[in-house]
């Protein structure tokens, strides 16, 4: 294949819900481009984009593939991405990458969720979009339906760039505004025969284009002059105006296809590659250090990693994005990610599964490499010259958790193992071993997401697994000040052991300053600050220790050892053996034995007056709460509400947003076991939502109750 400079690469993202005929489209933008000379199927598991076993046996796109197609003397890579929400991880790498999205919408259902989820990423980083609807040929496609929804859901924005005739069974005829021509097509597809617009379209396509025109020159103030002193805009005018408008989001033209047919696949592939932006035409990318980084194909070389897998037979394969200057095949670059070198020794056109060798790749460019020492996904490499780090995929938070672990014990490596290449291949699967719950948490973007982990761990890692209900990371704190003394003494033959320490304990909080004085009990206790330590703990929380210590009655060098005692005893709060937190201990008095006293003594003396005091201080559970988001169409809003609120959530806000409802509620995380599917099943699956982890919580007293029963009893078996 011969190298395409920037100005000829088109990257586009295909978007749009499950089913909406992504994966098929690409069979035909293939067919088309004189890639493969045969159209695959989804239905018969022969399409170059799913190439995965799992995908052909549930015949959905589970992972994003890249794919390239040539036209029009330009190269368009297509990243088709999967439609469930669940495989997101996919969708968002391939749109960091992308410079549009095309989204596809199912002729027979108009916008649905999937698309509303898309759309929303295109939004949040501000990418350009096209629309295309599919399925022009179902016997069920409401084209006019479809369209209406396009409105509701893009506004005005969205512009009808073609019509189809006879959208159904019989479909063959679409109208093309920006040609102004109509194309009549075999029942095979391919190209169309070109002919005048009918009288009986005439009205309705002279009504679209003028409408066409119109916004085309909203975003390109010279094009508004001009439109109004020719009266109309020519071909190659109205082009530049919908690519300004496109760019700047100002712009959603609409297509229709049948991608089964291979109907109007051409034409649109034409379109994108006269009007679709190249990378170089967008607003140029920059460092996370925030210098601009042109997409210059002149410049220094630079890549970005957005996605890695792994083949049999072939190890590791990086997908990378040339951000500027010339790739060349043999180049060394410095991984500035990692700070190792590395030869690309051979590049390559992604096409599925399978790659197509090339010698160089120019700015703008999507290609892959192999056998690379130690680059994965989000690295940025450059020329030795300069140092770019690129912005690293926003993957979204994991809203799904489970624990796992393997069937036979002996398992645990392997299962180690398996998941930490899993998790190479998709970041949005998260792995932690809690050393606090004595799991392993497995977390994802939802059920069926973490089912299919569980399917290739089983069939791939060969690693049997369970699934078992996730434990909550509780911690404990406390709630009034208390105050203890505790002495440790040992005197049985040889050197003796004796320390003895008075702390006084209260609730820290973020900003609070120590006291000068408390009085507990009747009795008046004064504080002689000497020094404060803030320890940030390393599962939240602080621990911020005053030195009172007045007369020299405990020597500072046994400090350390108190302290350390404190700490054991924050590592395994009395309540539930959860950690403890936000506590802050005056140690203000104490006594020292002459001989006996050592480090040993003052620890465990420590450690025992902490134990004391956090008893008496209003102890209490606290849990974590989350920060969760959901977007539900009005219908299903009170069922939503209802079902957060037996989840102890607190809302905190309610707004309209494009057609939906946008609950903002504070949640706790042992209410949010399985919320994906129970949301799901509320709403049909038209609901979305996204956590993130808020705060720690004191849970109430009747779950207080409920968990140091359950501690006590689990203590009990041990
Ligand atoms: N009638 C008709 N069927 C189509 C068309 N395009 C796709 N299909 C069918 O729709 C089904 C789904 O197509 P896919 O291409 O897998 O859809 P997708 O958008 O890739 O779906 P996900 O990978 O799940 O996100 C398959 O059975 C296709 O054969 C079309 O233009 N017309
Ligand atoms: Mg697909």
Redesign the pocket.
Known sequence: MKTYSTKQIKNIA?L???????????EAMLFEGGVIDRRG???HKN?V??FNQI?HEN????YSSVMYTECNDSKINIL?????DDFVGGTVSSLHVADTGVI?INAQNGVEV?TEIHSRWLEKLNKPAVIAV?????DQANFDKAFESIKDSFGGDAVLAQYPVNAGPGFDSIVDIILFKMLKYTKDGGKPEITDIPDAEMERAEELRNELIEKAAENDEALMELFFENDGLTEEEMRSGITAGVIARGMFPIFC?????NQGVGRFMEFLTNVAPSADELEAVKTTEGTEVKCDESGPTSVFVFKTSVESHIGEINFFKVMSGTLKEGDDLMNNTTRNKERLSQIFAPLGKNRTKVTSLAAGDIGCTVKMKNTKTNHSLSDPSVSHVFDKVPFPEPKFRTAIKPVSEGDEEKLGEALTRINQEDPTVDVEYSKELKQIILSGQGEYHLNIVKWHLDHEFKVETQFLAPKIPYRETITKAAQSDYRHKKQSGGAGQFGEVHMIIEPYSEGSEPKAMFKLNGKEYKMANRGVDTHNLSWGGKLEFVNCIVGGSIDARFLPAILKGIMEKLEEGPLTGSYARDIRVYVYDGKMHPVDSNEISFMLAGRNAFSQAFKVAGPKIMEPVYEVEVLVPADYMGDVMSDLQGRRAIVQGMASEKGFEKITAKVPLAEMNKYSTALSSLTSGRAMYSMKFDEYAQVPGEIQDELLKAYAAEQEEE
């Open positions: 295909l749009g819900n499950s089913g909406a005929g992504k994966t098929t489209l690409v199927d989804v239905d399409t984009s799913d995908e015949q959905t796109s589970m088709d991405v999967p439609g469930a596809l999937g599919n399925k022009c040929d179902h296809l049948s991608a089964k047919n």
